[in-house]
């Protein structure tokens, strides 16, 4: 990485940009040295990069044996193992003939350069915003992850009486977003508990995961979820209701490390459905299949999903909505998620999908920020705000209005925007982006004709091609809009005014005969 800044400083020429940027470069350098480093002379911080990559891997493991061939299994379904000892991890080849996975450099350099931030408590790194930006799919969420994860075995190594509560803030801006994500953080989490169950010096109390988030999604109080539970067994014992078709109000439908579905049939004979959630005094879940590392005799799944449980037992990670943290100014209880007795206060705050917090949603939780970054701060702590995003814009200015710190984005380019050592775009490439700007015309018309130029167009690829096989790729077309509203008003126009553009782009062409009208007459039905 050095010797490519060095090749990037000379190839400069002296521009200001490009300078500034190398210099920015040179520091993410000087970081990742130091976190090197910390790794060679910390014990505690060597022991917690270790158990991190293991964590990492058993997620990687399970997910690899369980969850790539069904959406979840009955219990009846499996009878063998559903998870190796703690050893054999180590030696046993991974699953499906797949071959061993492997960081991408930008993950490793990117865990490597926060280290330092929890290592070192006066370190002046942790006052800086550290965007991870990359392009989706590239593994920006198993990156933050692998930190939470040294986080979380660093803390208990070195504070071993107070390690319990709150040690890490994930938030998402959207709910969907958030119940996927969540499923994700379970999925290591779950390996982390795994872990600890087999390590002496990891303290006594659990590793979990709460999910705070609104009452029209978890039932936000322990009287509400008993409600949803009980409704939920009447309908389960009553033989003339198909348990297939059974809502899960709690959000989780299959546990995180075996994929057995939390609704299921014990035994394949079984006429009524049980399910993996119990409630005394609080909601306790748990895998319904007794070879799981998480069913109910072995302690259950240490995920905490109710308002109430997640105030009385404050989880290890907490992850939810920017629009939660309005309760702190309603729920005096909810303190309890920033100093759970004499525990160390939360020391990271995950803030995913960055871009989507502007307009007024970014005003609203920039007033809120001020609020929750002093709750997480005392004398000797203060805490390491980490972003993730695919799309960047004025975001050192949009960090510097939300948390009033600086920005540091990783990886950084030099002189060129489209090699950061890291990452390079290619100049070849089978998607393509093409931007339209209509003069004049409005979202509708510019739609309508762009449409029926790519829906008469997909008749010349079917007409050109050998392999039809290959038209299916061009057959669907997929639009994006950004209100209901918007799509009931376009979907109006697709009998009135599309079908009719369309025809007469074809009876121009002479491609208006026999089956080729099907390109337009079924628009209706779709």
Known sequence: YLSWINDESRNSNGNEYGEKNILKCKEIHRRIEKGIQLLSQNENAF???????TAIYIQMFQSEWHFNKKDGYEVFERNGNLQLNYNDYATAPFPNGKGEPSWRPFQLAFILQCIPSFVEANNTDKDLVDLLYFPTGGGKTEAYLAVSAFLIFWRRFSFPTQYDGVNIIIRYTLRLLSAQQFERATKLILACEFIRQHQKDLGSEK????????NATIPNSIERAKQKHTKLLEKLNDRRFDGKKAINPFQLTNCQWCNSKIISRI?????TYSVGHRINNYLQSHCLNPKCNYNETKGG?????????????????????????AALAWKGEATTLFNYRENRKPELIIQDELHLLNGPLGSLVGLFENVILSLCSNENQRPKIIASTATVKNVAEQIKGLYGREARIFPQYATNSDDTFFSKTLEESKRKYIGILPTGKTTVMTNLQLLSALLYARLEIWEQSADKKDDDQFWTLLSYFKSLKEIGRFSNKISSELKPIIQQLQVRQ?????DLTYNYWKLSYR
Do not use: C
């Not at 022991?47 to 990559?53: D, E, I, M, R």
């Not at 002479?510 to 026999?514: F, V």
């Open 510 to 514: 002479l491609k208006n005969q026999g």
């Open 267 to 271: 035994n394949q004979a079984d006429t």
């Open 47 to 53: 022991k917690a990069f270790q158990l991190a990559n």
């Open 301 to 325: 799944l240490p995920i905490v999903l109710v308002d109430d449980d997640i105030y009385h037992r404050p989880p290890t990670v907490l992850f939810g909505t920017v629009d939660k943290f």
């Open 207 to 214: 590793i979990s995961i709460g999910f705070w988030i609104g």
